[in-house]
C-alpha cells in the first residue's frame, strides 16, 4: 500500500522554539518524498525534497528508511513560518498527500 | 512559462447548475492532476492523467464529476450538477516524470 501518514492536524509552537512536523510513509519501492507547504489562501508549493538535500527557509528534513519517516525541522520558529504543511511521496505512478499539519507560531 | 493556470478563480453557482473546471498545464510535462480541498478531508486526488490518458479515477467522488484531457495542453473537471456539499479549493497540478507538482491557485467553488 501508497500511504503518507501526517499524525498531526494542528502543531502549535512559541516564536524560537523548535519546530518538527512528522511524517510517515509506506512505500514498497525506492520514495521520492516531498515537502510542499500552503500559506493562506495561497497554492502549494514546494517546500523541499529528500533528494536534494538542501535547506530551504531553515527547514530540513532526513529521509530515514529504517522507520519510514520523512520529518521536517527547522531549530527556531518564526512567525512567517505559520502555514499549512503536506508531506507527499511519488508512488508508483502518481503523486499521494498527507492530510497535512497546520503550523501556528505562537508570539 | 507562468505555470499552471487555472480559471475561473472564483466560482458562485446555484445548486443543480454545471460547473466546468480549466486547467492549463506547464508545457513539456506529461502528468496532470486535480485536487480537491476541504477543511474536513484536507487535500484529495480526484484523477490524473498521463500523457493525456486518465489513469486512476477512483478519486472522484461521484458520477456527476467527470474530467476530460483532450491534448496536452489543457483539461477540464466538469461537476453536473453540482450540489452544495461540492464547495472547495479545487486545484490541478502538473509534473514531469516523477518531478515535483507545480500547482494551480485553484478555484474556491461555491454551491449555493
Known amino acids: 500500500a501508497q500511504r503518507v501518514t501526517q499524525p498531526e492536524k494542528l502543531l502549535s509552537v512559541f516564536k524560537g522554539a523548535p519546530v518538527e512536523l512528522k511524517c510517515n510513509y509506506s512505500?514498497?519501492?525506492?520514495?521520492?518524498l516531498f515537502w510542499y507547504v500552503q500559506y493562506s489562501r495561497q497554492r502549494l508549493q514546494l517546500l523541499l525534497r529528500?533528494?536534494s538535500r538542501e535547506s530551504i527557509k531553515g527547514f530540513t528534513a532526513d529521509l530515514n528508511k529504517g522507520e519510514t519517516s520523512f520529518h521536517l525541522k527547522k531549530p527556531f520558529a518564526q512567525e512567517e513560518d505559520s502555514a499549512m504543511y503536506y508531506c507527499?511521496?511519488?508512488?508508483?505512478?502518481?503523486?499521494?498527500f498527507g492530510k497535512g499539519t497546520r503550523l501556528h507560531i505562537l508570539p | 512559462d507562468a505555470g499552471v493556470i487555472q480559471s475561473p478563480r472564483h466560482e458562485v453557482t446555484e445548486m443543480g447548475q454545471e460547473v466546468t473546471l480549466r486547467c492549463k498545464p506547464i508545457?513539456?510535462?506529461?502528468?496532470l492532476f486535480w485536487y480537491r480541498q476541504t477543511m474536513m478531508r484536507g487535500l484529495e486526488l480526484l484523477i490524473y492523467?498521463?500523457?493525456?490518458?486518465?489513469?486512476?479515477d477512483s478519486g472522484m467522488p461521484e458520477d456527476r464529476f467527470s474530467a476530460k484531457m483532450p491534448n496536452a495542453s489543457f483539461s477540464t473537471l466538469k461537476i453536473q450538477p453540482s450540489e452544495p456539499r461540492d464547495s472547495a479549493v479545487y486545484f490541478c497540478?502538473?509534473?514531469?516524470?516523477?518531478?515535483?507538482?507545480?500547482f494551480g491557485q485553484g478555484t474556491r467553488l461555491t454551491v449555493v
Open positions: 508545457s513539456g510535462h506529461n502528468s
Open positions: 512505500y514498497s519501492g525506492s520514495p521520492e
Open positions: 529528500h533528494i
Open positions: 497540478a502538473s509534473s514531469f516524470r516523477r518531478s515535483e507538482a507545480f
Open positions: 507527499a511521496l511519488w508512488g508508483n505512478d502518481k503523486i499521494i
Open positions: 492523467f498521463n500523457n493525456n490518458v486518465p489513469i486512476d
